[in-house]
């Protein structure tokens, strides 16, 4: 394993308690404007930003995951949100990909509205129980919230998303 990735992102050492999203991500694992029009286009740029930093040991595998869980069910939970994720050994380490979409893409979401705020979460098949929970369940609760999720929609810089993201915990 590469320096990078034993100094980025959260390892599962520890507490999953002690875990906060900014941990899981990076300014180049965030997209201000994400261009894909379809689910399946925006899960696989998304994943592409996290095969090129190393995070992926199989980027289709990984994808095929995502694809597979969206299958079951929408991930669109509401709100203008998305939150696709996938638990599979092609992922390396625990990562967390934002990306806004400015017009909105359907994502067959729960209240029919389209999705503005994608989070794609990656998890490793070994850690995919309280960790995998654990980020959705900080996700969650900051999502339900209109100051969040408006936040979000007006930043303008990688900066001021992950500033935003640093009260996620």
Do not use: C, Y
């Not at 995951?65 to 079951?72: N, Q």
């Not at 654990?134 to 998303?161: P, W």
């Amino acid at each position: 394993m590469n320096s990078f990735l034993k100094n980025d992102g959260w390892n599962g050492k520890g507490s999953p308690n002690e875990m906060k999203l900014i941990d899981l991500l990076n300014e180049e694992l965030v997209v201000l404007e994400i261009k894909g029009t379809t689910k399946k286009d925006i899960i696989a740029e998304l994943s592409s930003m996290l095969d090129k930093q190393g995070r992926l040991h199989d980027k289709h595998g990984f994808e095929n995951a995502v694809l597979k869980r969206e299958a079951t069910s929408t991930t669109g939970i509401g709100f203008g949100v998305a939150i696709p994720h996938g638990k599979t050994d092609a992922v390396s380490v625990p990562s967390v990909v934002f990306a806004k979409h400015i017009d909105g893409v359907d994502w067959d979401s729960l209240d029919g509205e389209p999705v503005q705020l994608i989070f794609l979460i990656a998890v490793p098949e070994s850690h995919a129980g309280n960790e995998h929970l654990k980020i959705l369940q900080m996700l969650s609760r900051k999502l339900i919230h209109d100051d969040f999720r408006n936040a979000l929609l007006k930043a303008t810089s990688k900066e001021e998303v992950l500033n935003v993201l640093k009260t996620v915990e």
